[in-house]
């Protein structure tokens, strides 16, 4: 039976014409050591994430869902807007087209919603500290470095999803206008969708908001998790993706609707070679790939394994019967689709509004499956 569809959804492939030929770049990897190049920077900085004590407060996690590593034999894709009507669309075109690095953080000790204000003021001053190496700096003062903490509303997956809070980094300008706007040079948020597994099973104290993600110098991301690790208790961690989800999130986002332009479904896959890492990208046209996973797919919103599996073998079969290359034998490294591309080290660019909650909501699952 298997074979069957198989032969079926190859026969979707064939108008697609020959994929594109490898192309040689570097690749970004961690080290021998396991630290990530946030590690290597944090580390010179004097200001190293991994010091910091794993679980706070003796906090202990139940496992209610996929063994840490692994993904679960079945998903839900949303086809709809979960968008709530106070989300503010100047906010979330904010988040959009921007690559982010990818954090999973602990639950949050006696964090408050009612003092961000506080929160901004004493940020501003210990980011200022941080960048004047180690200087005296009175909290209050102008320090021409502002950070704003401030909630992003509207992106909630269920009702007990705790508010996103976004958090920004801008220096003051220096130009005599009296409505100088401030630059924007650093950017991050703070989000849990869906993570009720999680939310219901720690103490009131907590506040769970496993997913960060980062955009500017990592400097400053350093920087601004250190001082929640110190104030909140919690572990910030770099989130990566592994050749599985990767594979997983390209099902899941090529089987997602459109109305816009679709872009091509483009998979980069890593070869070890010495002196340099060889890359092959494979470029899908997207009426192609859509018609191969809709071959694929038996249950219209939901995926399984077994289709994931499916559909990639599809596409490994077609790309060897043109190159002779088992891309089997080689390591999905970066996935790019209209919905958002992602890379194996963390990196994600969201593309599209309609999506952001069901992406979120796949990001959620991989950061909490990462802490617990």
């Known amino acids: 039976m298997i074979l069957a569809e198989r032969a079926r959804a190859e026969s979707a492939m064939r108008r697609s014409g020959r994929p594109s030929l490898w192309r040689r770049q570097d690749v970004d990897t961690p080290d021998s050591g396991g630290m990530t190049r ?9 200001i190293n994430f991994t010091n910091t004590t794993r679980f ?11 063994l840490c590593g692994q ?21 979330i075109a904010f988040l959009l087209r921007k690559q982010w690095t990818l954090y999973s953080v602990t639950p949050m000790y006696k964090f408050s919603y009612g003092n961000l204000k506080e929160y901004s003021r004493l940020l501003s001053a210990f980011v200022a500290t941080e960048k004047q190496k180690g200087l005296a700096v009175e909290v209050g003062n102008d320090l021409g470095i502002k950070v704003i903490l401030s909630t992003l509303l509207g992106l909630r997956g269920t ?11 801008a220096l003051r300008s220096q130009l005599p206008f009296e409505n100088a706007e401030d630059k924007v040079v650093w950017s991050g948020w703070f989000c849990c969708i869906s993570g ?6 720690v103490p009131e104290d907590f506040t769970c908001l496993s997913l960060f993600l980062a955009n500017g110098a990592e400097s400053y991301t350093a920087i601004v998790g ?11 961690s770099r989130l990566t993706i592994s050749p599985l989800n990767l594979a997983w999130m390209a099902a899941m986002w090529t089987g997602c609707k459109v109305d816009s332009y679709m872009a091509a479904t483009e998979l980069v896959f890593s070869v070890p070679c010495i002196p340099q ?11 192609d790939a859509k018609a191969l996973w809709d071959t694929v797919q038996k249950t219209p919103g939901e995926v399984t394994q077994e289709e994931v599996n499916l559909f990639m073998d599809c596409l490994y079969s077609h790309f060897y019967r043109h190159f002779k290359i088992h891309l089997s ?23 599209h509004s309609k999506h952001l909650i069901g992406v979120l909501t796949l990001l959620t699952e991989l950061a909490i499956s990462q802490i617990q």
């Open 196 to 201: 009720d597994d999680l939310s219901e099973s």
């Open 71 to 91: 993904s679960p034999t079945r998903r839900i894709i949303p086809q709809t807007s979960l968008l709530q009507e106070n989300a503010d669309p100047q906010k």
């Open 329 to 351: 034998a080689t390591r999905l490294v970066k996935v790019s689709t209209s919905i958002a591309s992602a890379h194996c080290d963390g990196n994600i660019k969201i593309l």
């Open 56 to 66: 706070s407060r003796g906090l202990t996690f139940t496992r209610t869902h996929t």
């Open 277 to 287: 890492s060889l890359d092959i990208s494979y470029a899908i046209h997207p009426e």
């Open 38 to 46: 946030l590690g290597r920077k944090t580390a010179e900085t004097g």
């Open 226 to 236: 250190s001082w929640f690790q110190k104030t909140f208790d919690c572990y910030f």
């Open 159 to 169: 009702d007990q999803d705790q508010a996103a809070i976004l958090v920004q980094i």
